[in-house]
């Protein structure tokens, strides 16, 4: 049978690196609008786990899609299961990603970090977009939406993250090209960018950015961002609040990047 034929009353989202952070917020906040979900980490551990009864627990449908979305190799068989289970896929958000293995100065980054970066951030977007592409080109009707989850990096330099900055262009550009070759089949494609938000990964800076943010004015809005504010976003694009904006980027980052005299 179809994923088709075995859609579901509601709209699937697939959420890459959603078991924490950004990513559960965007699968919360896709499942509040009406989405069923497919939570993705590494594996089917702890946090998978956790995250699954949060959302049980506010009443949203979710299931378990786990494998490394840096491997190309494991895209086709999640896929296949997210359908099997919840339909045909109609909007994907590639939002799993990493950061430096060290934070270093550009002339000591090291191959292992580079190409760490690059896997996650860039390569593994890549590959899991084609293989959507694939898939949602052959079917028509419905609103459907490809999101990719950047970084103000992808444009702002940094040296002592130099190699995390490169992969953020990398799938900027990722975007772009996807943005050609699905718009025209009625395919939302669009690179949100995130500028300071309140994560793990950026747990160890977060004192100094809100220092310089309270002396500085670094962002426009004086806070630091929060997970929701992505999700927010990514929300609106899935559920075709957006309907006429398409390979564009969207700063969520209190004006950090806007360039300012």
């Known amino acids: 049978m179809s994923p088709e034929a075995k859609r579901k009353t509601s709209p699937v989202a697939f959420v890459t690196g959603s078991t924490r952070g950004i990513g559960l917020a965007i699968a919360t906040e896709l499942g509040r609008r009406g989405f069923s979900v497919a939570l993705n980490g590494r594996d089917e551990g702890e946090a998978m786990t956790g ?3 949060q959302l049980h627990r506010a009443g949203i449908r979710a299931i378990a899609a786990a494998g490394d979305m840096s491997k190309p190799e494991n895209h086709r068989r999640v896929l296949d299961r997210i359908e099997d289970d919840l339909g045909a896929i109609d909007c994907l958000v590639c939002n799993a990603g990493v950061g430096p293995l060290r934070r ?28 959507f592409a694939r898939r949602v080109g052959a079917r028509q ?27 953020k262009a990398a799938v900027a550009m990722v975007a772009k090209v996807f943005a050609m070759k699905l718009s025209p089949l009625g395919v939302q494609v669009v690179d949100v960018r995130p500028g300071i938000i309140r994560t793990d ?6 004192a100094e950015y809100e220092r310089r943010i309270r002396e500085d004015g670094l962002t426009l809005s004086p806070r630091i961002g929060l997970p ?8 609106a694009i899935a559920a075709g609040d957006l309907p006429y904006l398409t390979g564009a980027v969207l700063p969520v980052d209190g004006g950090l990047s806007m360039a300012r005299f």
């Open 201 to 206: 990964l950026s747990r160890p800076v977060l």
């Open 51 to 53: 995250a699954l009864d």
């Open 228 to 235: 929701e504010d992505i999700a927010c976003t990514v929300a």
């Open 141 to 167: 009707g419905g609103h459907r939406s490809l999101v990719f989850i950047s970084s103000a990096n992808a444009e702002a330099a940094s040296l002592n993250k130099a190699e995390y900055c490169v992969s």
């Open 104 to 131: 270093t100065d550009l002339l000591d980054v090291a191959e292992d970090s580079f190409d760490h970066c690059l896997a996650s951030n860039a390569r593994g977007p890549f590959f899991l977009a084609q293989e």
